[in-house]
């Protein structure tokens, strides 16, 4: 007994002298919510504008069209959330109020909605069939509803505060699950305003004392994350073009107080709404909106509008289907998992390297291939070292395009900078082989093929295509420890 008590202490002993540690590395602050780290685990989801303007060919309607002039055709709830679904989009938000004043659901605080026009003779819900359809088909629901109303005539003044929390509790409390309330920057100009036509001028950052809704809001419903506002839970990319600048802090800025990440806003053709003359991006082109927006450590929300009918354009679904193809395709192949690893440094066994190898959970792929936010394992190394690196060899070359890098940002955002090294191989004409077709290949020297700064939930690296059996992952500073929970290689 005294031997085996010897042994103990002495393996005790020399973990405690090589600097091991079974305690995770402490977070560096800020630090997600729950519900924002189900947020960034969805990565890529839909817009949907449709409204008046669908059917008036403008992107912003005036406020005084009429409720009559919105009469979808073949409206079809269940094809707009299948083609969303089946684009590889994890939810969808709808625009239930736009900037008209116009409502898609029988709101009883307005006459200026869907109960007032030729849809189901004044019985329709666009919100509840949108949103029966995407509970039904397991993708999340969210709205948008338009702070500036250009119809109705209290805007601008202290009336319309109460009018419009009055439809924000009608969304929240009639719905079900909303996973995001999006509030558009857009606020105050000219409008119709109730026939008074006239322009107002508010301050956005006090008239909607926004601190007083997003309360109410997070008491009707906890787990909804408000966008914008100026108590915002995520935040607006600065453009709408598709990209999120380098570096990407979710706290704003690198000394941020607060966890307010970016959400990347683009349309899959020119206009936010549904026009015949607009053609929709080529998936060639949506990849790499992909790929600079939730490739950047934002999230994706891709506008896809119906059409005067009530449905995804077919072409636009065909192409959407092409670009979710292209996803699949390129990222089906990870490399990291074939290969032997090792890293200059780690916390101890519980945090080894081996732990950024996981298999991708092929139930959810549908939804999202690539989320490890909420995986349970991650690479850590100790207290005093926040740069270091990671080894990558495999026993013949492979041809490497990608390098996906996630962060454990359930315990902060860390990562500054990161390098990538590569030994290059060329083919060595004098070996190759014409009867097995097969080429010797001679090693020539390490090189970077690419680099960036901040990684945050997910970091997509495109290299020039290179032929290597040695890569190097450098993190070259940080701020602190690293905690690193997944990286594949394509």
Same mark, same amino acid.
């Given at each position: 007994?005294?031997?085996?008590?010897?042994?103990?202490?002495?393996i005790?002993?020399?973990?405690?002298?090589?600097?091991?540690?079974?305690?995770d590395p402490?977070?560096?602050?800020?630090?997600?919510?729950?519900?924002?780290?189900? &947020?960034?685990?969805?990565?890529?989801?839909?817009?949907?504008?449709?409204?008046?303007?669908?059917?008036?060919?403008?992107?912003?309607?005036?406020?005084?069209e009429?409720?009559?002039l919105?009469?979808?055709?073949?409206?079809?709830?269940e094809?707009?959330?299948?083609?969303?679904?089946?684009?590889?989009?994890?939810?969808?938000?709808?625009?239930?109020?736009?900037h008209?004043?116009?409502?898609?659901?029988?709101?009883?605080y307005?006459?200026y909605?869907?109960?007032?026009?030729?849809?189901?003779?004044?019985?329709?819900?666009?919100?509840?069939?949108?949103?029966?359809?995407?509970?039904?088909?397991?993708?999340?629901?969210?709205?948008?509803?338009?702070?500036?109303?250009?119809?109705?005539?209290?805007?601008?003044?202290?009336?319309?505060?109460?009018?419009?929390?009055?439809?924000?509790?009608?969304?929240?409390?009639?719905?079900g699950?909303?996973?995001?309330?999006?509030?558009?920057?857009?606020?105050?100009?000219?409008g119709?305003?109730?026939?008074?036509?006239?322009?107002?001028?508010?301050?956005a950052?006090?008239?909607?004392? +926004?601190?007083?809704?997003?309360?109410?809001?997070?008491?009707?419903?906890?787990?909804?994350?408000?966008?914008?506002?100026?108590?915002?839970?995520a935040? +607006?990319?600065g453009?709408?073009?598709?990209y999120?600048?380098?570096?990407?802090?979710?706290?704003?800025?690198?000394?941020?107080?607060?966890?307010?990440?970016?959400?990347?806003?683009?349309?899959?053709?020119?206009? &936010?709404?549904?026009?015949?003359?607009?053609?929709?991006?080529?998936?060639?082109?949506?990849?790499?909106?992909?790929?600079?927006?939730?490739?950047?450590?934002?999230?994706?929300l891709?506008?896809?509008?119906?059409n005067?009918?009530?449905?995804?354009?077919?072409?636009d679904?065909?192409?959407?289907?092409?670009?979710?193809?292209?996803?699949?395709e390129?990222?089906?192949?990870?490399?990291?998992?074939?290969?032997?690893?090792?890293?200059?440094?780690?916390?101890?066994?519980?945090?080894?390297?081996e732990?950024?190898?996981?298999?991708?959970?092929?139930?959810?792929?549908?939804?999202?291939?690539?989320?490890?936010?909420?995986?349970?394992?991650?690479?850590?190394?100790?207290?005093?070292?926040?740069?270091?690196?990671?080894?990558?060899?495999?026993?013949?070359?492979?041809?490497?395009?990608?390098?996906?890098?996630?962060?454990?940002?359930?315990l902060?955002?860390r990562?500054?900078?990161?390098?990538?090294?590569?030994?290059?191989?060329?083919?060595?004409k004098?070996?190759?082989?014409?009867?097995?077709?097969?080429?010797?290949?001679?090693?020539?020297?390490?090189?970077?093929?690419?680099e960036?700064?901040t990684v945050?939930?997910?970091?997509?690296?495109?290299?020039?295509?290179i032929?290597?059996s040695?890569?190097?992952?450098?993190?070259?500073?940080?701020?602190?420890?690293?905690?690193?929970?997944?990286?594949?290689?394509y």
């Open positions: 007994m005294k031997l085996i008590r010897f042994f103990l202490l002495g005790i002993l020399k973990l405690l002298l090589s600097g091991c540690s079974v305690t402490a977070p560096i602050y800020p630090i997600p919510s729950e519900k924002q780290l189900q &947020w960034h685990a969805m990565e890529k989801y839909a817009f949907v504008h449709f409204s008046i303007n669908t059917f008036t060919g403008k992107e912003w309607g005036y406020g005084d009429s409720p009559k919105f009469n979808p055709t073949d409206f079809n709830a094809q707009i959330v299948s083609t969303i679904k089946e684009a590889g989009l994890s939810g969808l938000i709808l625009t239930c109020k736009h008209d004043g116009f409502c898609l659901w029988p709101s009883k307005t006459e909605s869907i109960k007032n026009s030729p849809y189901k003779d004044g019985k329709g819900d666009i919100v509840r069939e949108i949103s029966d359809a995407c509970h039904k088909a397991g993708i999340k629901f969210g709205v948008y509803i338009s702070p500036w109303d250009r119809n109705h005539s209290e805007y601008g003044k202290k009336g319309y505060i109460t009018y419009y929390r009055n439809q924000i509790k009608e969304l929240l409390e009639n719905y699950e909303i996973f995001e309330i999006w509030f558009d920057g857009a606020n105050g100009g000219d119709y305003y109730g026939g008074e036509r006239s322009t107002r001028k508010i301050d950052e006090t008239y909607y004392d +926004w601190e007083a809704t997003v309360a109410m809001i997070h008491e009707i419903s906890p787990g909804t994350l408000v966008w914008q506002s100026s108590v915002p839970e935040r +607006w990319c453009n709408e073009a598709g999120m600048d380098d570096p990407n802090w979710c706290t704003i800025k690198e000394d941020g107080t607060n966890w307010v990440p970016a959400e990347v806003d683009v349309s899959v053709r020119p206009g &936010w709404f549904y026009h015949e003359t607009e053609k929709i991006h080529s998936a060639e082109n949506l990849f790499e909106i992909y790929l600079n927006s939730v490739g950047h450590g934002a999230t994706l891709l506008n896809i509008p119906p005067k009918c009530g449905q995804i354009n077919k072409e679904a065909v192409e959407l289907f092409r670009w979710r193809k292209m996803i699949d390129i990222f089906s192949n990870d490399l990291a998992q074939k290969a032997s690893i090792r890293a200059d440094n780690t916390r101890g066994r519980k945090f080894r390297v732990n950024i190898i996981k298999k991708n959970n092929k139930a959810n792929s549908e939804i999202n291939r690539h989320s490890a936010a909420n995986e349970k394992g991650y690479w850590a190394t100790e207290d005093s070292i926040n740069s270091s690196y990671i080894d990558f060899n495999w026993k013949s070359p492979v041809t490497v395009k990608y390098i996906i890098i996630q962060e454990n940002i359930s902060g955002q990562v500054k900078g990161v390098e990538i090294d590569a030994i290059r191989y060329a083919p060595d004098s070996g190759y082989n014409e009867t097995t077709n097969t080429t010797t290949f001679k090693e020539d020297i390490m090189e970077k093929i690419g960036c700064t945050g939930y997910k970091r997509i690296i495109k290299v020039d295509s032929n290597t040695s890569l190097r992952i450098r993190f070259t500073d940080s701020k602190g420890p690293l905690a690193i929970s997944k990286i594949e290689i």
